[in-house]
């Protein structure tokens, strides 16, 4: 399986040039990439255009020839930075988790998510345990690839270090594609085959 950014173009604003310009990517199943640069060159424009929540203005994302199909589960699986950005702040963690239908139980346990958790709101969570939900969420039966987009930068070095030792076992488990967006140099040679520098492939 493979993910593939075809030439895209995106601007937020369309009467300027574009943020993002003929951008080509090709991204592999078992392939571990980071993708580097400096700050707002458009590094989470990406993850959200290859994980189908942006459209490109000019040019294709696709999965193994595809374009990604707007419903059911995405197989690109984005985990942002903020995870209270991406749950529902009126469901009980018990819902947010019901939402991801088929998801294997025993990574909860895994990535350290309690019981009693399951019961509280996000904004009864820590910022890491509400990150681990997303990223349990994130690794559902149907996903492929998994963006993680500075995925562990707010948290200490310990919970970092456990959350990203269960995406790398899951990721080599199942084979799947993982991109890692990050501005730690370190992570990013430790752990990816392959690094990206958004500014020496931007307009290109
Ligand atoms: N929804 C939006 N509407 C308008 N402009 C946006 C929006 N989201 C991001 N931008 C702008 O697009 C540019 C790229 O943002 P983006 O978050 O993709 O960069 P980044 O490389 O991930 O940055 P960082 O490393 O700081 O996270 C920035 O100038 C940002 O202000």
Not at 33 to 45: D, E, L, N, W
Not at 117 to 140: D, H, I, K, M
Not at 168 to 173: G, N, P, Q, S
């Amino acid at each position: 399986m493979q993910l593939e950014a075809n030439k895209i173009c995106f601007g937020y604003n369309r009467k300027e040039s574009y943020l993002l310009n003929n951008i080509s990517l090709t991204f592999k199943e078992g392939e571990k990439v980071a993708i580097v640069g400096p700050s707002g060159y458009g590094k989470s424009t990406l993850a959200k255009l290859l994980s189908g929540y942006l459209a490109p203005v000019k040019g294709r994302v696709l999965l193994d020839g595809k374009p990604l199909n707007p419903k059911g589960v995405c197989p690109v699986q984005l985990i942002y930075q903020h995870p209270e950005k991406a749950i529902n702040p009126r469901f009980r963690m018990r819902q947010v988790l019901e939402e991801a239908k088929g998801l294997d139980l025993t990574i909860l346990k895994k990535i350290g998510i309690e019981e009693e958790w399951l019961t509280r709101f996000p904004r009864e969570l820590s910022g890491g345990e509400l990150q681990r939900f997303c990223v349990a969420r994130a690794l559902l039966p149907e996903a492929r690839f998994l963006i993680a987009d500075e995925m562990s930068t707010m948290l200490d070095v310990i919970t970092q270090a456990g959350l990203w030792n269960v995406v790398l076992e899951e990721v080599k488990r199942r084979n799947m594609g993982l991109i890692v967006i990050t501005h730690n140099m370190h992570l990013a040679t430790q752990v990816c085959d392959r690094i990206i520098d958004i500014s020496a492939i931007n307009g290109f």
